[in-house]
Structure formats: C-alpha cells, structure tokens
C-alpha cells in the first residue's frame, strides 16, 4: 500500500487529450477489430499526435503479462493462448488505419517456449505483405532464458528499428523490474546487433523512479558499449496509486543536459524530455536512421 503521498505534477507533464475527430475515428477501427494500442491504454498524453502523423503502438500476444513490474499497469496473470488470426487483423487494421510507421510490442510471454518471437516475425511479415511502404519497429520483451531460439527466430523478418527498453538503471531492477535481468538486456541488444548491423537498434529509460543523473550516464556508456543507436529518456508518471510512487519530476533542462551527453557519446537519434515515450516521434526518429 502506498504511503508517501504523491508529489505535485509540475506544468511541462500534459494531461491527456481525446483528440479530433481523425483520432477518434482511429479509435473505433481498433474497438471494430478488437486490438489493444498502448497508446489508449496507457492514455498517452501524445495519442493525438501520434494517430495524427500516422504512428500508433500495439500489443500484441493479449494484455495479461507473465511479470509484474510495479510501474506498469497492465495486468498479471496466465495469458490466453495465442491469437492466431491475430496477424492478419493487425495488418489489416494498420491499413484502414492508414499509418506509416508502427511499433509493435507485447507483454512477456515467459509462458512461450520462444518468447513470443515466433509471433512478432508473423506480425511483422503480415503487416508488410498488406503495407508495403509501411516501417515497423519491435518494442520486445527481453525473452530471458529464450534469446538464442528468439533470435534465430527474428532473423526471418528483422525489423526496420529494434527496440528494447532497459527502463531503469541497474540498482532499481530488483525494485522495479523483478524478474528481469541489467545485462541480459544489454546483451539483447548486442547481439541483435551484430547480427543485423544495419537496423538501428534503440532503448531507452524512464526517470523520476530514484535513480542519480550519474547512474543513468552510465547506462548510457553501457548501451553504446553494446550497439544501441537510439534513445529515448521519458518521466515515469505512476499509472495508479498502487505502482511505484514518482520519486522526482525531472526538469526539462536536465533532460536536455542527458541529451546532450547521449549525442557525445555517439548516438545517432536522441528523444529526451518530460513526455517522451518509448514510441513518441517513432516516426521521426527513425527517419534519419533507417537505411533505404
Ligand atoms: Fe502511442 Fe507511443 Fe505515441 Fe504514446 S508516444 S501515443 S504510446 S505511439
Ligand atoms: Fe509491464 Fe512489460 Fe513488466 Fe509486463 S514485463 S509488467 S508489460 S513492463
């Protein structure tokens, strides 16, 4: 049960929007086809933004996750069995839907013998085969215990950008990321890469959870020591009372100062502020990155 009392949000965090008509049209093609976005379900405060340039977030594989980090709001449990049409309905949607660039990520499937790897390659060539001119990014679970079958898997259809978030630095995993692991994810990340030295890989992490400006430099060492080339650093807000309590609101100016540390460190798209999510901009940040 929480007992600190929640601080005072500061004026740069923005509530939520419903959006315009465009977006409110976006959603009722996701109701009609059953899917779940990230971005209504953690009621982005970008979703207008986002459905207006053409960029949405879905998870795939269900919204009942084998892992219970205390941040995140989305429900633990025994997952339902595969959604084998689950493919199709996704590509079709991100067609009606008209978008241009789309990340695709899921809960952990712990329960999957890979991961859930299997799944995300049908996605990814599905989405293609219906959107040819379409970009897809993966925002992938870190397949622990899994990540020699998940990559064998990934290389049939890599990705155009991909994703894993390392969230937190290292002292707050046990607190805030049990049941994952700092270097195995850092090592996710390597060895995507020098298996696909082209697609941009990216990670990124959420601030405000407790964690000192030096700790996070030092993750950002640690990710270009292992192939990343983009990130993102977001403020963690608390989904509900009972999730981790925001530690600190991060001002914008030292987001700008991490920024500016990341790009000397050499990575080629840096996303850093109060707002930002792991897929905000996805689009755009991508743009200079991907190869032709
Ligand atoms: Fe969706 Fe990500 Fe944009 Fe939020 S930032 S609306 S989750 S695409
Ligand atoms: Fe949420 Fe991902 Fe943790 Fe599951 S593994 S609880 S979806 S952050």
Same mark, same amino acid.
């Given at each position: ?10 004026a ?5 929007t419903?959006?315009?008509? !465009?977006?409110? #049209? ?12 990230? *971005? !209504? ?11 207006? &340039?053409?960029? @949405?977030?879905?998870?795939i ?7 219970? *980090? ?6 633990h ?17 991100? #067609? ?9 990520t899921?809960v952990?499937?712990?329960d999957?013998?890979?991961?859930? @790897?299997?799944?995300?390659v049908? *996605?990814? #060539?599905?989405?293609?085969a &219906? ?5 897809? !990014? ?25 994703? &894993? ?9 046990? !607190?805030?990321r049990?049941?994952?692991?700092? &270097?195995?994810?850092?090592n ?43 990130l ?29 540390? @990341? ?13 930002v999510?792991s897929?905000?901009? @996805? ?8 190869a032709?």
């Open positions: 049960t929480p007992t600190e009392r929640p601080l005072r949000k500061p740069w965090i923005r509530a939520r419903h959006g315009s008509p !465009e977006v409110q #049209r976006l959603k009722r093609v996701l109701r009609e086809q059953n899917l779940h976005t990230v *971005c !209504e379900e953690a009621s982005c405060p970008n979703l207008g933004e986002c459905f207006g &340039h053409g960029t @949405a977030t879905f998870m594989m269900g919204d009942i996750c084998t892992r219970r *980090c205390p941040f995140c709001d989305v429900a449990g025994r997952p339902e069995p595969l959604d084998q049409n689950e493919p199709e309905n996704l590509a079709r949607t991100i #067609r009606d839907m008209g978008l241009r660039y789309v990340v695709i899921s952990d499937r712990d999957l013998r890979d991961g859930g @790897a299997g799944h995300f049908s *996605c990814i #060539r599905t989405t293609r &219906h959107n040819p001119e379409i970009r897809v !990014e993966i925002l992938v679970p870190d397949f622990r215990g899994r990540m020699d079958v998940a990559l064998a898997i990934l290389d049939e259809a890599p990705p155009d950008v991909f994703n &894993h978030n390392l969230e937190t630095v290292p002292r707050l995993y046990r !607190e805030a049990p049941g994952s692991d700092y &270097h195995w994810s850092l996710l990340i390597r060895r995507f890469k020098e298996r696909h030295p082209h697609v941009p890989t990216k990670s990124g992490l959420m601030l405000g959870l407790g964690e000192e400006i030096e700790e996070v430099e030092a993750v950002l060492r640690d990710l270009r020591e292992h192939g990343c080339d983009m993102t650093l977001g403020q963690y807000l608390q989904p509900t009372l009972h999730h981790l309590p925001v530690k600190r609101y991060v001002t914008p100016e030292e987001f700008d100062r991490l920024a500016d540390v @990341a790009r000397a460190l050499g990575f080629s798209q840096v996303a850093s502020g109060p707002m999510r897929s905000y901009h @996805a689009d755009q940040q991508a743009a200079g990155v991907i032709e």
